[in-house]
Protein backbone atom coordinates (compact mmCIF):
# COMPACT_ATOMS: atom_id res chain seq x y z
CA UNK A 1 0.00 0.00 0.00
CA UNK A 2 1.21 3.13 -1.12
CA UNK A 3 1.25 5.46 2.14
CA UNK A 4 2.78 8.63 1.22
CA UNK A 5 0.10 10.86 0.34
CA UNK A 6 -2.30 9.34 3.51
CA UNK A 7 -4.65 12.22 5.11
CA UNK A 8 -4.18 13.37 8.42
CA UNK A 9 -6.74 10.69 9.94
CA UNK A 10 -6.98 8.02 7.07
CA UNK A 11 -7.59 4.68 8.56
CA UNK A 12 -5.30 1.60 7.86
CA UNK A 13 -7.19 -0.76 5.62
CA UNK A 14 -5.32 -3.39 7.88
CA UNK A 15 -7.65 -2.84 10.62
CA UNK A 16 -10.12 -0.19 9.32
CA UNK A 17 -12.34 1.98 11.47
CA UNK A 18 -15.45 2.21 10.01
CA UNK A 19 -17.45 5.59 9.53
CA UNK A 20 -20.54 6.99 7.93
CA UNK A 21 -19.62 8.69 4.26
CA UNK A 22 -20.19 12.05 5.90
CA UNK A 23 -17.66 11.40 8.52
CA UNK A 24 -14.90 11.14 5.73
CA UNK A 25 -16.24 14.38 3.86
CA UNK A 26 -15.57 15.62 7.41
CA UNK A 27 -12.42 14.50 7.98
CA UNK A 28 -11.51 15.54 4.88
CA UNK A 29 -12.25 19.25 5.64
CA UNK A 30 -10.43 18.54 9.05
CA UNK A 31 -7.83 17.88 7.06
CA UNK A 32 -8.00 20.99 4.85
CA UNK A 33 -8.54 23.47 7.73
CA UNK A 34 -5.55 22.00 9.78
CA UNK A 35 -2.98 22.25 6.68
CA UNK A 36 -1.01 25.29 6.70
CA UNK A 37 -0.81 26.30 2.79
CA UNK A 38 -4.22 25.30 2.06
CA UNK A 39 -7.08 27.25 0.70
CA UNK A 40 -9.00 26.32 3.47
CA UNK A 41 -6.27 26.76 6.31
CA UNK A 42 -7.84 28.06 9.15
CA UNK A 43 -11.49 28.56 7.63
CA UNK A 44 -13.19 26.62 10.16
CA UNK A 45 -16.80 26.18 10.94
CA UNK A 46 -19.32 26.98 13.51
CA UNK A 47 -21.44 24.27 15.63
CA UNK A 48 -24.14 24.92 13.40
CA UNK A 49 -22.64 24.49 10.29
CA UNK A 50 -20.52 21.69 10.92
CA UNK A 51 -23.69 19.98 12.28
CA UNK A 52 -25.38 20.92 8.90
CA UNK A 53 -23.12 19.76 6.74
CA UNK A 54 -22.23 16.68 8.10
CA UNK A 55 -25.05 15.94 10.83
CA UNK A 56 -24.64 15.66 14.54
CA UNK A 57 -22.33 14.09 16.52
CA UNK A 58 -23.76 10.90 17.94
CA UNK A 59 -22.20 9.07 20.74
CA UNK A 60 -22.67 5.62 21.80
CA UNK A 61 -20.62 4.45 24.65
CA UNK A 62 -21.06 1.26 26.00
CA UNK A 63 -22.03 0.40 30.19
CA UNK A 64 -18.46 -1.73 30.17
CA UNK A 65 -16.34 1.21 29.35
CA UNK A 66 -13.60 2.04 31.64
CA UNK A 67 -11.90 4.87 31.30
CA UNK A 68 -8.78 5.84 33.39
CA UNK A 69 -8.53 9.46 35.25
CA UNK A 70 -4.52 9.53 35.43
CA UNK A 71 -2.33 10.87 38.16
CA UNK A 72 -4.29 11.09 41.62
CA UNK A 73 -3.51 7.10 42.39
CA UNK A 74 0.27 7.09 42.40
CA UNK A 75 0.13 10.43 43.96
CA UNK A 76 -2.63 10.76 46.77
CA UNK A 77 0.49 10.14 49.28
CA UNK A 78 2.16 13.85 49.87
CA UNK A 79 5.79 14.23 50.16
CA UNK A 80 6.01 17.50 51.39
CA UNK A 81 5.95 16.72 54.83
CA UNK A 82 9.50 17.78 55.86
CA UNK A 83 9.54 16.93 59.66
CA UNK A 84 11.76 13.77 60.83
CA UNK A 85 14.44 12.95 58.16
CA UNK A 86 14.65 14.66 54.78
CA UNK A 87 12.63 12.77 52.32
CA UNK A 88 12.67 14.74 49.10
CA UNK A 89 14.33 18.15 47.61
CA UNK A 90 13.40 21.61 46.83
CA UNK A 91 15.42 21.29 43.72
CA UNK A 92 17.16 18.43 41.59
CA UNK A 93 19.80 16.59 43.91
CA UNK A 94 19.42 19.05 46.80
CA UNK A 95 19.81 15.67 48.70
CA UNK A 96 21.98 12.87 47.47
CA UNK A 97 21.66 9.29 49.02
CA UNK A 98 23.57 6.11 48.80
CA UNK A 99 21.57 2.99 49.15
CA UNK A 100 22.93 -0.96 49.76
CA UNK A 101 22.89 -3.23 48.11
CA UNK A 102 23.43 -1.81 44.33
CA UNK A 103 20.83 -2.13 42.37
CA UNK A 104 21.14 -2.58 38.48
CA UNK A 105 24.79 -0.94 38.95
CA UNK A 106 23.93 2.12 41.17
CA UNK A 107 24.93 2.83 44.65
CA UNK A 108 23.46 6.39 45.07
CA UNK A 109 20.41 8.01 44.16
CA UNK A 110 18.39 11.98 44.20
CA UNK A 111 15.44 12.17 46.61
CA UNK A 112 12.62 12.89 44.63
CA UNK A 113 11.50 16.29 43.84
CA UNK A 114 9.26 17.44 47.22
CA UNK A 115 6.82 19.29 44.02
CA UNK A 116 8.06 21.80 41.82
CA UNK A 117 6.42 25.39 42.44
CA UNK A 118 5.01 27.21 39.52
CA UNK A 119 8.14 29.91 39.01
CA UNK A 120 10.26 26.30 38.59
CA UNK A 121 7.62 25.00 35.88
CA UNK A 122 7.54 27.98 33.79
CA UNK A 123 11.33 28.52 34.27
CA UNK A 124 11.47 24.79 32.57
CA UNK A 125 9.16 25.38 29.65
CA UNK A 126 10.16 29.39 28.83
CA UNK A 127 6.99 30.62 29.80
CA UNK A 128 7.13 34.27 29.11
CA UNK A 129 5.08 37.38 30.59
CA UNK A 130 4.69 39.04 27.25
CA UNK A 131 2.49 35.93 26.81
CA UNK A 132 0.05 34.81 29.39
CA UNK A 133 -2.82 33.03 27.14
CA UNK A 134 -4.98 36.51 27.80
CA UNK A 135 -8.61 36.31 26.07
CA UNK A 136 -7.88 32.84 25.16
CA UNK A 137 -10.30 29.98 26.88
CA UNK A 138 -9.22 26.52 27.92
CA UNK A 139 -11.62 24.04 28.63
CA UNK A 140 -11.04 20.69 31.07
CA UNK A 141 -13.17 18.08 30.41
CA UNK A 142 -13.64 16.63 34.06
CA UNK A 143 -15.92 13.93 35.86
CA UNK A 144 -16.15 15.48 38.49
CA UNK A 145 -14.81 18.47 40.20
CA UNK A 146 -13.74 20.05 43.73
CA UNK A 147 -16.41 22.05 45.54
CA UNK A 148 -13.93 25.10 46.22
CA UNK A 149 -12.06 25.17 43.17
CA UNK A 150 -11.61 29.08 42.32
CA UNK A 151 -10.78 29.66 46.02
CA UNK A 152 -8.05 27.32 45.86
CA UNK A 153 -6.95 28.32 42.84
CA UNK A 154 -7.05 31.89 44.29
CA UNK A 155 -4.42 30.44 47.10
CA UNK A 156 -2.32 28.44 44.82
CA UNK A 157 -1.78 31.87 42.95
CA UNK A 158 -0.89 33.25 46.12
CA UNK A 159 1.29 30.76 47.40
CA UNK A 160 3.48 30.78 43.93
CA UNK A 161 3.48 34.75 43.29
CA UNK A 162 1.09 34.38 40.25
CA UNK A 163 -1.31 37.20 39.51
CA UNK A 164 -4.58 36.92 41.20
CA UNK A 165 -7.38 35.14 38.87
CA UNK A 166 -10.20 37.20 38.60
CA UNK A 167 -13.92 35.73 39.31
CA UNK A 168 -14.16 36.05 35.18
CA UNK A 169 -11.54 33.56 34.56
CA UNK A 170 -12.50 30.93 36.07
CA UNK A 171 -16.33 28.98 34.89
CA UNK A 172 -17.87 25.49 36.13
CA UNK A 173 -20.72 23.77 34.02
CA UNK A 174 -21.99 20.73 35.55
CA UNK A 175 -23.85 19.18 32.97
CA UNK A 176 -27.24 17.56 33.01
CA UNK A 177 -27.08 13.71 32.87
CA UNK A 178 -30.91 12.86 32.45
CA UNK A 179 -31.73 9.99 34.69
CA UNK A 180 -28.66 10.24 36.53
CA UNK A 181 -29.06 14.30 37.23
CA UNK A 182 -25.94 16.11 37.39
CA UNK A 183 -22.70 14.84 38.86
CA UNK A 184 -22.16 16.01 42.63
CA UNK A 185 -18.70 17.55 43.29
CA UNK A 186 -16.40 16.05 45.97
CA UNK A 187 -14.77 17.70 48.94
CA UNK A 188 -11.75 17.85 46.81
CA UNK A 189 -10.20 16.12 43.43
CA UNK A 190 -6.60 16.53 42.83
CA UNK A 191 -7.03 15.58 39.69
CA UNK A 192 -9.29 18.73 38.45
CA UNK A 193 -7.15 20.45 40.62
CA UNK A 194 -4.02 19.72 39.30
CA UNK A 195 -5.51 20.16 35.65
CA UNK A 196 -6.66 23.92 36.73
CA UNK A 197 -3.56 24.85 38.73
CA UNK A 198 -0.92 23.90 36.09
CA UNK A 199 -3.03 25.51 33.44
CA UNK A 200 -2.54 29.22 35.62
CA UNK A 201 0.74 28.44 35.80
CA UNK A 202 1.68 28.31 32.32
CA UNK A 203 -1.26 30.60 31.13
CA UNK A 204 -2.27 33.06 34.21
CA UNK A 205 -4.24 35.57 31.66
CA UNK A 206 -6.38 32.63 30.28
CA UNK A 207 -10.12 32.15 30.92
CA UNK A 208 -10.87 28.74 32.59
CA UNK A 209 -13.91 26.77 31.61
CA UNK A 210 -14.16 23.30 33.53
CA UNK A 211 -17.04 21.60 32.38
CA UNK A 212 -18.15 18.18 34.52
CA UNK A 213 -19.46 15.64 32.41
CA UNK A 214 -23.32 14.34 33.09
CA UNK A 215 -23.95 10.95 32.66
CA UNK A 216 -24.68 7.38 34.61
CA UNK A 217 -21.33 5.83 33.38
CA UNK A 218 -17.98 8.24 34.30
CA UNK A 219 -16.80 7.31 30.38
CA UNK A 220 -20.03 8.65 28.88
CA UNK A 221 -19.74 11.41 31.19
CA UNK A 222 -16.48 12.60 30.27
CA UNK A 223 -17.37 12.42 26.40
CA UNK A 224 -20.37 14.39 26.74
CA UNK A 225 -18.29 17.15 28.80
CA UNK A 226 -15.88 17.36 25.19
CA UNK A 227 -18.92 17.43 22.98
CA UNK A 228 -20.43 20.01 25.08
CA UNK A 229 -17.90 22.12 24.19
CA UNK A 230 -17.53 21.68 20.91
CA UNK A 231 -21.17 22.37 20.54
CA UNK A 232 -20.62 25.55 22.29
CA UNK A 233 -23.61 28.19 21.85
CA UNK A 234 -23.79 26.79 18.24
CA UNK A 235 -22.32 29.92 17.03
CA UNK A 236 -19.08 29.00 18.20
CA UNK A 237 -17.06 26.43 20.22
CA UNK A 238 -17.51 27.17 24.14
CA UNK A 239 -13.05 27.04 23.91
CA UNK A 240 -10.68 26.56 21.58
CA UNK A 241 -7.94 24.40 24.04
CA UNK A 242 -9.56 21.46 25.58
CA UNK A 243 -7.14 19.88 27.86
CA UNK A 244 -8.12 16.02 28.79
CA UNK A 245 -6.23 14.36 31.66
CA UNK A 246 -7.68 10.93 30.99
CA UNK A 247 -7.83 7.90 28.97
CA UNK A 248 -10.31 5.17 27.41
CA UNK A 249 -8.40 1.96 27.10
CA UNK A 250 -8.23 0.38 23.71
CA UNK A 251 -10.36 -2.52 22.97
CA UNK A 252 -13.03 -0.85 25.68
CA UNK A 253 -15.08 1.17 22.85
CA UNK A 254 -15.10 1.16 18.79
CA UNK A 255 -12.19 4.14 18.17
CA UNK A 256 -14.38 5.71 16.09
CA UNK A 257 -17.02 6.71 18.89
CA UNK A 258 -13.76 9.17 19.83
CA UNK A 259 -12.96 9.68 16.31
CA UNK A 260 -16.31 10.91 15.13
CA UNK A 261 -15.08 14.16 18.27
CA UNK A 262 -11.95 14.36 17.57
CA UNK A 263 -12.63 15.20 13.97
CA UNK A 264 -15.40 17.82 14.66
CA UNK A 265 -12.83 19.83 16.54
CA UNK A 266 -10.47 19.78 14.25
CA UNK A 267 -12.93 21.34 11.81
CA UNK A 268 -14.47 23.77 14.23
CA UNK A 269 -10.74 24.85 15.06
CA UNK A 270 -10.95 23.51 18.65
CA UNK A 271 -7.45 21.29 20.04
CA UNK A 272 -7.72 18.87 21.51
CA UNK A 273 -4.94 17.67 24.28
CA UNK A 274 -4.85 14.17 25.43
CA UNK A 275 -2.59 12.73 27.83
CA UNK A 276 -0.87 9.29 26.80
CA UNK A 277 -1.66 7.27 29.26
CA UNK A 278 0.03 6.26 32.38
CA UNK A 279 0.88 3.14 31.51
CA UNK A 280 3.48 1.88 28.44
CA UNK A 281 1.14 1.29 25.40
CA UNK A 282 -1.14 2.86 23.43
CA UNK A 283 -4.96 4.45 24.34
CA UNK A 284 -8.22 4.60 22.02
CA UNK A 285 -7.94 8.92 23.03
CA UNK A 286 -4.03 9.45 22.70
CA UNK A 287 -3.87 7.08 19.20
CA UNK A 288 -6.23 8.81 17.07
CA UNK A 289 -4.88 10.84 14.20
CA UNK A 290 -6.95 14.13 14.85
CA UNK A 291 -5.74 14.67 18.60
CA UNK A 292 -2.60 16.43 19.83
CA UNK A 293 -1.02 13.28 22.25
CA UNK A 294 0.71 14.49 24.99
CA UNK A 295 3.45 12.28 26.47
CA UNK A 296 5.46 12.51 29.48
CA UNK A 297 8.78 13.05 30.96
CA UNK A 298 11.20 12.83 33.85
CA UNK A 299 12.49 16.41 34.31
CA UNK A 300 15.63 17.70 36.80
CA UNK A 301 15.77 21.52 37.28
CA UNK A 302 19.09 22.19 39.30
CA UNK A 303 19.19 25.24 42.38
CA UNK A 304 18.74 27.98 39.75
CA UNK A 305 15.85 26.31 37.47
CA UNK A 306 18.62 25.41 35.29
CA UNK A 307 17.99 22.02 33.11
CA UNK A 308 20.02 19.91 34.14
CA UNK A 309 18.79 17.04 32.07
CA UNK A 310 14.86 15.80 30.94
CA UNK A 311 14.02 12.17 29.92
CA UNK A 312 11.35 9.88 29.02
CA UNK A 313 9.57 9.07 31.81
CA UNK A 314 9.59 5.04 31.70
CA UNK A 315 11.15 3.81 35.70
CA UNK A 316 12.06 0.79 36.45
CA UNK A 317 10.91 0.44 40.38
CA UNK A 318 12.25 -1.98 43.26
CA UNK A 319 11.91 -1.74 46.85
CA UNK A 320 14.08 -3.39 49.24
CA UNK A 321 13.05 -6.45 51.07
CA UNK A 322 14.60 -8.23 53.36
CA UNK A 323 17.74 -6.64 52.58
CA UNK A 324 17.37 -7.92 48.49
CA UNK A 325 16.04 -5.71 45.89
CA UNK A 326 12.75 -6.84 44.17
CA UNK A 327 11.75 -5.51 41.15
CA UNK A 328 8.00 -4.15 40.82
CA UNK A 329 8.21 -3.42 37.18
CA UNK A 330 7.94 -0.25 34.50
CA UNK A 331 5.82 3.07 34.79
CA UNK A 332 6.05 5.08 32.73
CA UNK A 333 4.15 7.25 30.04
CA UNK A 334 1.98 5.51 27.19
CA UNK A 335 3.13 5.30 23.24
CA UNK A 336 3.64 3.16 20.62
CA UNK A 337 2.23 2.69 17.03
CA UNK A 338 -1.19 2.35 16.41
CA UNK A 339 -2.72 -0.89 14.52
CA UNK A 340 -5.87 1.45 13.32
CA UNK A 341 -4.58 4.11 12.12
CA UNK A 342 -2.62 4.79 8.91
CA UNK A 343 0.84 7.11 9.00
CA UNK A 344 -0.89 11.10 8.95
CA UNK A 345 0.77 13.28 6.85
CA UNK A 346 2.06 15.44 9.45
CA UNK A 347 4.39 12.50 10.71
CA UNK A 348 5.41 11.56 7.15
CA UNK A 349 9.64 12.37 7.00
CA UNK A 350 9.75 12.78 11.35
CA UNK A 351 8.57 9.61 12.97
CA UNK A 352 11.31 6.86 11.66
CA UNK A 353 10.51 3.79 9.95
CA UNK A 354 11.71 1.92 13.56
CA UNK A 355 8.56 3.50 15.28
CA UNK A 356 5.68 3.91 12.59
CA UNK A 357 6.21 0.68 11.36
CA UNK A 358 3.77 -1.96 12.23
CA UNK A 359 3.16 -5.56 12.35
CA UNK A 360 -0.61 -6.00 11.65
CA UNK A 361 -2.37 -8.68 9.83
CA UNK A 362 0.60 -10.89 9.18
CA UNK A 363 2.22 -7.88 7.31
CA UNK A 364 4.21 -4.59 7.49
CA UNK A 365 2.43 -1.43 7.28
CA UNK A 366 3.28 2.63 8.15
CA UNK A 367 0.98 3.61 10.93
CA UNK A 368 0.35 6.30 13.11
CA UNK A 369 2.96 7.05 16.35
CA UNK A 370 1.88 8.51 19.84
CA UNK A 371 2.93 10.94 21.37
CA UNK A 372 3.29 14.52 19.55
CA UNK A 373 4.66 16.07 22.02
CA UNK A 374 5.38 16.20 25.65
CA UNK A 375 6.36 17.68 29.20
CA UNK A 376 7.02 16.54 33.08
CA UNK A 377 4.81 13.39 34.32
CA UNK A 378 7.00 11.84 36.78
CA UNK A 379 5.98 11.73 40.12
CA UNK A 380 9.86 11.99 41.67
CA UNK A 381 9.77 15.31 39.88
CA UNK A 382 6.06 16.58 39.99
CA UNK A 383 4.30 19.51 40.61
CA UNK A 384 3.39 20.57 44.16
CA UNK A 385 -0.58 21.07 43.93
CA UNK A 386 -2.93 22.43 46.31
CA UNK A 387 -5.98 21.62 47.41
CA UNK A 388 -8.71 22.30 49.96
CA UNK A 389 -10.18 20.11 52.63
CA UNK A 390 -11.67 20.43 55.83
CA UNK A 391 -11.83 23.72 54.59
CA UNK A 392 -8.01 24.10 54.97
CA UNK A 393 -5.48 24.55 51.78
CA UNK A 394 -3.19 22.18 52.14
CA UNK A 395 -0.58 20.62 49.31
CA UNK A 396 0.95 17.16 47.40
CA UNK A 397 3.33 16.50 44.77
CA UNK A 398 0.97 15.13 41.67
CA UNK A 399 1.90 14.16 38.52
CA UNK A 400 1.48 11.79 35.79
CA UNK A 401 0.34 12.94 31.71
CA UNK A 402 -2.42 14.34 32.98
CA UNK A 403 0.23 17.14 34.50
CA UNK A 404 1.85 17.02 31.36
CA UNK A 405 -1.70 17.86 29.29
CA UNK A 406 -2.62 21.05 31.29
CA UNK A 407 0.80 22.30 30.76
CA UNK A 408 0.90 21.88 27.14
CA UNK A 409 -2.54 23.70 26.98
CA UNK A 410 -1.70 26.38 28.47
CA UNK A 411 1.49 27.15 26.59
CA UNK A 412 -0.61 26.58 23.35
CA UNK A 413 -3.19 29.50 24.90
CA UNK A 414 0.05 31.88 25.26
CA UNK A 415 1.33 31.18 21.40
CA UNK A 416 -2.33 31.92 20.59
CA UNK A 417 -2.95 35.15 22.24
CA UNK A 418 -3.76 37.97 19.66
CA UNK A 419 -4.11 35.96 16.91
CA UNK A 420 -6.81 36.19 14.76
CA UNK A 421 -7.69 32.76 14.79
CA UNK A 422 -7.64 29.96 16.72
CA UNK A 423 -4.73 27.20 16.18
CA UNK A 424 -6.87 24.15 16.26
CA UNK A 425 -5.47 20.93 15.80
CA UNK A 426 -1.90 22.12 16.38
CA UNK A 427 -0.19 19.18 14.74
CA UNK A 428 0.57 19.37 11.23
CA UNK A 429 2.25 22.90 12.92
CA UNK A 430 4.22 20.87 15.64
CA UNK A 431 5.65 18.35 13.03
CA UNK A 432 6.63 21.12 11.21
CA UNK A 433 8.39 22.38 13.67
CA UNK A 434 10.46 18.82 14.73
CA UNK A 435 13.96 19.90 14.99
CA UNK A 436 14.11 23.03 15.57
CA UNK A 437 14.65 25.43 18.69
CA UNK A 438 10.87 24.94 19.43
CA UNK A 439 11.52 22.30 21.25
CA UNK A 440 13.84 20.43 23.86
CA UNK A 441 14.82 17.31 22.13
CA UNK A 442 14.02 14.95 24.68
CA UNK A 443 17.42 12.47 25.20
CA UNK A 444 18.28 8.90 26.67
CA UNK A 445 20.24 8.62 30.19
CA UNK A 446 23.40 7.31 29.55
CA UNK A 447 25.95 5.70 31.69
CA UNK A 448 28.29 8.27 32.05
CA UNK A 449 26.01 10.95 33.43
CA UNK A 450 26.49 10.61 37.24
CA UNK A 451 24.11 7.88 39.18
CA UNK A 452 22.36 10.95 41.00
CA UNK A 453 20.46 11.82 37.67
CA UNK A 454 20.08 8.21 36.76
CA UNK A 455 18.11 6.98 39.80
CA UNK A 456 15.69 8.48 42.31
CA UNK A 457 15.90 7.31 46.22
CA UNK A 458 13.04 7.23 48.43
CA UNK A 459 14.36 6.20 51.77
CA UNK A 460 12.68 4.17 54.11
CA UNK A 461 10.26 5.55 56.46
CA UNK A 462 8.12 3.60 59.70
CA UNK A 463 4.95 2.89 57.26
CA UNK A 464 7.10 1.98 53.85
CA UNK A 465 10.49 0.26 52.51
CA UNK A 466 13.06 2.12 50.38
CA UNK A 467 12.48 2.31 47.10
CA UNK A 468 14.65 3.32 43.56
CA UNK A 469 13.22 4.58 40.49
CA UNK A 470 15.86 4.08 37.44
CA UNK A 471 15.24 6.34 34.69
CA UNK A 472 14.46 5.78 31.35
CA UNK A 473 13.88 2.04 31.25
CA UNK A 474 12.80 -0.45 29.15
CA UNK A 475 11.09 -3.76 29.85
CA UNK A 476 9.61 -6.62 28.20
CA UNK A 477 6.12 -5.52 27.78
CA UNK A 478 7.03 -2.43 25.68
CA UNK A 479 9.03 -1.17 22.75
CA UNK A 480 9.05 2.04 23.63
CA UNK A 481 12.33 3.89 23.64
CA UNK A 482 13.51 7.37 24.36
CA UNK A 483 15.40 8.50 21.48
CA UNK A 484 17.67 11.60 19.47
CA UNK A 485 14.55 13.04 17.35
CA UNK A 486 11.40 11.98 17.57
CA UNK A 487 10.79 9.42 20.12
CA UNK A 488 7.82 7.28 21.36
CA UNK A 489 7.61 8.13 24.89
CA UNK A 490 7.91 12.08 24.24
CA UNK A 491 7.01 12.57 20.30
CA UNK A 492 8.74 15.38 18.82
CA UNK A 493 10.23 16.67 22.37
CA UNK A 494 8.97 19.55 24.88
CA UNK A 495 8.05 22.99 24.52
CA UNK A 496 10.67 24.96 24.56
CA UNK A 497 9.59 28.67 25.81
CA UNK A 498 9.35 31.85 23.58
CA UNK A 499 10.89 29.79 20.52
CA UNK A 500 8.07 27.79 20.53
CA UNK A 501 5.36 30.26 20.89
CA UNK A 502 6.84 32.29 18.13
CA UNK A 503 7.34 28.98 16.31
CA UNK A 504 3.64 28.36 16.27
CA UNK A 505 2.71 31.77 15.72
CA UNK A 506 4.81 31.67 12.87
CA UNK A 507 3.81 28.59 11.43
CA UNK A 508 0.16 29.40 11.87
CA UNK A 509 0.64 32.76 10.12
Not at 80 to 102: K, L
Not at 151 to 163: D, M
Not at 208 to 214: N, T
Amino acid sequence: MALAGVALGQPSTSQQVRVKPELVDAEQFATAVSTPGNPQFHRYLSPDAYEARFGPTAIEASPELSSTRLGAAKASAARTARTGPVTCSRYWAEHVRRFSPAYRGLTKGSLPVCGYSARQLRAAYGANWAFTGKGQTIALTESDAPTEMFRTLSEYARRNHLPAPKPSQFREVHLDGGNCGTRSASQYNDEAEMDSEAVYAMAPGANQLMVVGGSCDEDQALLNAVLAVLKGDGHRPSASIVSNSWQIPIGDLPPQAVHALTVRAAAEGVGLYFSSGDTPGLTTTASDPFVTAVGGTTLSLGAGNTRIFETGWSNNTAMIDAGKWSDLGITGAGGGTSEVYAQPAYQKGVVPPSMSHVRVGGRTVVNRAVPDIAAVADLDTGMLTGYTADGRYQTQVNAGTSLAAPLVAGLVADAQQGQRSSFGFINPLIYRLSGTRAFHDVLPVTPAMPQQNRAAYTPATAEDSATVDVFDSRGPDTDQVTAKGYDTVTGVGTPNGLAFILGLRSTAG
